[in-house]
């Protein structure tokens, strides 16, 4: 499954390739006058990925939600200018002024006129009608001045940009992905972005393989769905055989030297997730009050570009450091005794991430501000591109760290699997390979350097985001929660390997060649639609049976009275599933299909899928290991819970409100005007500061509210257990406590 998912998806990689947008090395009007210098495009994309790329506005759909998605504003910018130029030569005042006839026609005109496709592949040279040159110099005033003298509505300070050459190039690149959005390939009447985005004045309107490969998509998944419940109602794949055994089996560990040093990772963790959370309410606060904090000019320090990059890396970075932690934790516990030098190893690793963390997130703010030069911002800086902004070095010195993990954590696994020692869990091969691909597949974030065409880095983007974090951190929570119950004598190992072996296969199945769903308007031809759009459905399929994972796990909790001292741990492990119902499952195939991404891409039903699944599945999960570790590090001490259950209710409840209160009605709303008038309309401030709008972007604070003070909790549980406030009594006695290497 994995060979032949893998033989498609680079399959279709090479069609990318061949099909991508071109980039001409010169834009002239049909006078032969530069529209501007040649290399201006590739510098552009270089000047919008230092200033933050993604994270302020988007393109092509990808990115940021705040300021508009620059590629649509800029098309509907010089359609509109265009349209007045003409209406004025025809002794109108503006376009908005002639009759509906007079108007129709020049639509009429102003499609054939975009659509025409005028690049020259031999010459490598782009002819522009005079009224596109003159469009080009009227769109680089305006964002000349917007990005040099701010926006708050866009929450975007002064002082973006610095000279007049930035502007230009970065203009050029903006008028070049906007192009690609408009023009014609060669011998198809669609545009290079499959029509996107929707823009009545241009025509780009859906296609028809975007409707076709929409129903059929539904089809597989209904059908998918329904082969999965016959198929689990008529075998025990899935049906774990429970267990009960009389006594813990961790009652009495004795750490070893390397299980004490993970426990800093958790400490890591934990101050990670409040300063996340920090930045993500200021992030959230800009989208109402652009330019500063309740009346702070904070964004003069820490911009919305700034504060939302550091959101999301962040979250990455404290959601690693718990599964790097809880893998490291168990190694001595699927060996039996210490590796050698396992614990220097486990040190060296913690200063290692945190010095990449604290060294990234500075080399961004350093970015965003100016203060490298040359190409030093790709270096040390900000790359632009969603998920994986950190420079390249620092990208490059994660990636080591995470080989470096899996090195450590294969010391003791791999010994086990090929002595093939007596009572060896059958999931250790599941857990291994897991963890490889965790490793791994990180490094697909290499593959792409500082001039790369953005069609490319879109593809190989994704395979980091989609593959590493979707894909295979999936099939990771999979394995390491059945390995933990299995270990801990909770569940049969032979049931429990053949489960997980299914559950990782269908995951895959649909996972890997369903990344290209995020691909459908990025320059792609229309296979990447249809393999997209038809994969991507099946990785629906799984997630609608959650709810058999989640009220298994529930009844792990109650297999014997001494399992109650995990139940925390269990129920994080039963929210994993419940989000990943809820969030991978509903909120994203509801965006997914391609008629609905259509519209839907890059408006706040996005950040809806992303928030559920990236942190209610991986997130839960982090904190569901870290605690589960923790509780084996002392588990005849019982806990004092109040702090753990406001933790527990608080972040979900708030988590499930800042969803349904604010994500969810501002992006259908944003929906409906996509779909009403154009997709550069439901990213306009014209839109989302209507007083509608601005009152469904405040509900954000009861949810934030509430999820922050479940966070809060949970961090002080967790330091209650170094400062003993988290104990419901003192230290047993040594010498009544068994111990067990």
Same mark, same amino acid.
């Given at each position: 499954?994995?060979?032949?998912?893998?033989?498609?998806?680079?399959?279709?990689?090479?069609?990318?390739?061949?099909?991508?947008?071109?980039?001409?090395?010169?834009?002239?009007?049909?006078?032969?006058?530069?529209?501007?210098?040649?290399?201006?495009?590739?510098?552009?994309?270089?000047?919008?990925?230092?200033?933050?790329?993604?994270?302020?506005?988007?393109?092509?759909?990808?990115?940021?939600?705040?300021?508009?998605?620059?590629?649509? &504003?800029?098309?509907?910018?010089?359609?509109?200018?265009?349209?007045?130029?003409?209406?004025?030569?025809?002794?109108?005042?503006?376009?908005?002024?002639?009759?509906?006839?007079?108007?129709?026609?020049?639509?009429?005109?102003?499609?054939?006129?975009?659509?025409?496709?005028?690049?020259?592949?031999?010459?490598?040279?782009?002819?522009?009608?005079?009224?596109?040159?003159?469009?080009?110099?009227?769109?680089?005033?305006?964002?000349?001045?917007?990005?040099?003298?701010?926006?708050?509505?866009?929450?975007?300070?002064?002082?973006?940009?610095?000279?007049?050459?930035?502007?230009?190039?970065?203009?050029?690149?903006?008028?070049?992905?906007?192009?690609?959005?408009?023009?014609?390939?060669?011998?198809?009447?669609?545009?290079?972005?499959?029509?996107?985005?929707?823009?009545?004045?241009?025509?780009?309107?859906?296609?028809?393989?975007?409707?076709?490969?929409?129903?059929?998509?539904?089809?597989?998944?209904?059908?998918?769905?329904?082969?999965?419940?016959?198929?689990?109602?008529?075998?025990?794949?899935?049906?774990?055989?429970?267990?009960?055994?009389?006594?813990?089996?961790?009652?009495?560990?004795?750490?070893?030297?390397?299980?004490?040093?993970?426990?800093?990772?958790?400490?890591?963790?934990?101050?990670?997730?409040?300063?996340?959370?920090?930045?993500?309410?200021?992030?959230?606060?800009?989208?109402?009050?652009?330019?500063?904090?309740?009346?702070?000019?904070?964004?003069?320090?820490?911009?919305?570009?700034?504060?939302?990059?550091?959101?999301?890396?962040?979250?990455?970075?404290?959601?690693?450091?718990?599964?790097?932690?809880?893998?490291?934790?168990?190694?001595?516990?699927?060996?039996?005794?210490?590796?050698?030098?396992?614990?220097?190893?486990?040190?060296?690793?913690?200063?290692?991430?945190?010095?990449?963390?604290?060294?990234?997130?500075?080399?961004?703010?350093?970015?965003?501000?100016?203060?490298?030069?040359?190409?030093?911002?790709?270096?040390?800086?900000?790359?632009?591109?969603?998920?994986?902004?950190?420079?390249?070095?620092?990208?490059?010195?994660?990636?080591?760290?995470?080989?470096?993990?899996?090195?450590?954590?294969?010391?003791?696994?791999?010994?086990?699997?090929?002595?093939?020692?007596?009572?060896?869990?059958?999931?250790?091969?599941?857990?291994?390979?897991?963890?490889?691909?965790?490793?791994?597949?990180?490094?697909?974030?290499?593959?792409?350097?500082?001039?790369?065409?953005?069609?490319?880095?879109?593809?190989?983007?994704?395979?980091?985001?989609?593959?590493?974090?979707?894909?295979?951190?999936?099939?990771?929570?999979?394995?390491?929660?059945?390995?933990?119950?299995?270990?801990?004598?909770?569940?049969?190992?032979?049931?429990?390997?053949?489960?997980?072996?299914?559950?990782?296969?269908?995951?895959?199945?649909?996972?890997?060649?369903?990344?290209?769903?995020?691909?459908?308007?990025?320059?792609?031809?229309?296979?990447?639609?249809?393999?997209?759009?038809?994969?991507?459905?099946?990785?629906?399929?799984?997630?609608?049976?959650?709810?058999?994972?989640?009220?298994?796990?529930?009844?792990?909790?109650?297999?014997?009275?001494?399992?109650?001292?995990?139940?925390?741990?269990?129920?994080?492990?039963?929210?994993?599933?419940?989000?990943?119902?809820?969030?991978?499952?509903?909120?994203?195939?509801?965006?997914?299909?391609?008629?609905?991404?259509?519209?839907?891409?890059?408006?706040?039903?996005?950040?809806?899928?992303?928030?559920?699944?990236?942190?209610?599945?991986?997130?839960?999960?982090?904190?569901?290991?870290?605690?589960?570790?923790?509780?084996?590090?002392?588990?005849?001490?019982?806990?004092?819970?109040?702090?753990?259950?406001?933790?527990?209710?608080?972040?979900?409840?708030?988590?499930?409100?800042?969803?349904?209160?604010?994500?969810?009605?501002?992006?259908?709303?944003?929906?409906?005007?996509?779909?009403?008038?154009?997709?550069?309309?439901?990213?306009?401030? &014209?839109?989302?500061?209507?007083?509608?709008?601005?009152?469904?972007?405040?509900?954000?604070?009861?949810?934030?509210?509430?999820?922050?003070?479940?966070?809060?909790?949970?961090?002080?549980?967790?330091?209650?257990?170094?400062?003993?406030?988290?104990?419901? &009594?003192?230290?047993?006695?040594?010498?009544?406590?068994?111990?067990?290497?």
């Amino acid at each position: 499954v994995i060979a032949a998912s893998f033989s498609v998806l680079g399959w279709v990689g090479t069609e990318i390739y061949r099909h991508k947008p071109p980039v001409p090395r010169e834009v002239v009007d049909e006078s032969g006058r530069a529209v501007f210098s040649p290399g201006d495009i590739e510098a552009g994309q270089n000047v919008w990925q230092a200033l933050g790329g993604m994270e302020l506005g988007s393109v092509w759909g990808h990115g940021a939600y705040v300021a508009p998605d620059w590629t649509a &504003d800029w098309l509907h910018r010089e359609l509109v200018f265009v349209l007045d130029a003409w209406a004025k030569a025809d002794k109108a005042e503006s376009y908005a002024a002639l009759p509906s006839e007079r108007q129709a026609a020049l639509r009429q005109r102003l499609e054939t006129a975009f659509r025409t496709n005028r690049f020259d592949a031999a010459t490598g040279r782009l002819t522009l009608p005079s009224v596109r040159a003159e469009a080009f110099r009227a769109n680089l005033e305006h964002y000349a001045d917007v990005f040099t003298n701010g926006r708050a509505a866009y929450a975007m300070p002064k002082g973006i940009l610095t000279g007049a050459d930035q502007a230009r190039q970065l203009c050029a690149f903006f008028f070049w992905s906007s192009w690609a959005a408009s023009t014609a390939r060669p011998g198809s009447s669609n545009t290079y972005t499959n029509n996107w985005p929707h823009e009545p004045l241009v025509g780009n309107r859906p296609t028809g393989a975007a409707v076709v490969w929409t129903g059929v998509s539904i089809i597989m998944l209904l059908s998918g769905i329904c082969a999965m419940v016959w198929f689990y109602a008529g075998s025990d794949y899935g049906q774990l055989k429970k267990l009960a055994p009389t006594g813990d089996p961790l009652m009495g560990l004795k750490l070893t030297a390397s299980q004490k040093m993970t426990l800093p990772y958790f400490g890591v963790a934990a101050a990670l997730i409040l300063v996340q959370i920090l930045a993500g309410v200021i992030t959230a606060h800009y989208g109402v009050e652009g330019d500063g904090f309740y009346g702070v000019p904070l964004s003069r320090w820490l911009p919305y570009v700034v504060t939302r990059t550091w959101h999301v890396q962040i979250g990455l970075f404290w959601i690693a450091t718990t599964w790097l932690a809880a893998g490291l934790f168990i190694a001595p516990l699927i060996l039996g005794r210490e590796p050698k030098g396992q614990a220097l190893g486990v040190g060296v690793l913690l200063a290692a991430l945190v010095v990449i963390v604290v060294g990234s997130l500075t080399g961004e703010w350093m970015s965003v501000f100016h203060k490298f030069t040359g190409a030093q911002w790709f270096w040390w800086g900000h790359q632009g591109y969603e998920y994986t902004d950190l420079g390249r070095v620092w990208q490059l010195g994660l990636f080591a760290g995470l080989l470096i993990w899996f090195g450590l954590v294969a010391r003791a696994v791999l010994p086990v699997l090929i002595e093939r020692r007596p009572g060896s869990s059958q999931l250790l091969g599941l857990f291994a390979v897991s963890a490889a691909a965790i490793a791994g597949f990180y490094g697909a974030g290499l593959a792409w350097g500082q001039h790369t065409h953005l069609s490319m880095v879109e593809y190989w983007r994704w395979w980091v985001v989609h593959l590493w974090v979707e894909g295979f951190f999936e099939v990771f929570a999979t394995v390491v929660i059945a390995f933990l119950f299995a270990r801990m004598g909770l569940v049969d190992d032979a049931s429990a390997a053949k489960s997980t072996l299914l559950a990782a296969t269908i995951y895959l199945a649909g996972g890997i060649i369903g990344t290209l769903h995020h691909l459908y308007f990025s320059g792609t031809p229309t296979v990447a639609l249809a393999f997209g759009s038809v994969f991507s459905a099946l990785e629906v399929v799984p997630l609608a049976l959650m709810g058999y994972e989640a009220w298994d796990h529930m009844r792990v909790s109650r297999a014997a009275p001494w399992v109650a001292a995990y139940k925390w741990p269990i129920y994080f492990f039963v929210a994993v599933a419940f989000w990943n119902m809820i969030g991978a499952g509903l909120f994203g195939f509801m965006i997914n299909p391609p008629i609905a991404l259509y519209y839907m891409q890059g408006l706040n039903t996005t950040p809806l899928h992303g928030h559920a699944a990236l942190f209610g599945v991986y997130g839960m999960l982090g904190i569901g290991l870290m605690l589960f570790c923790l509780r084996a590090v002392d588990v005849e001490r019982p806990w004092k819970e109040g702090l753990l259950r406001v933790g527990f209710w608080g972040m979900n409840a708030g988590l499930l409100m800042m969803c349904v209160l604010s994500l969810l009605p501002v992006g259908l709303m944003q929906t409906l005007a996509s779909v009403d008038h154009g997709y550069w309309y439901a990213r306009s401030a &014209d839109f989302l500061q209507t007083p509608l709008m601005t009152t469904l972007r405040w509900m954000r604070v009861p949810g934030d509210t509430v999820f922050a003070l479940g966070a809060f909790a949970l961090v002080a549980f967790v330091a209650g257990l170094v400062g003993g406030w988290s104990y419901k &009594d003192k230290r047993p006695e040594a010498a009544a406590r068994p111990e067990r290497a």
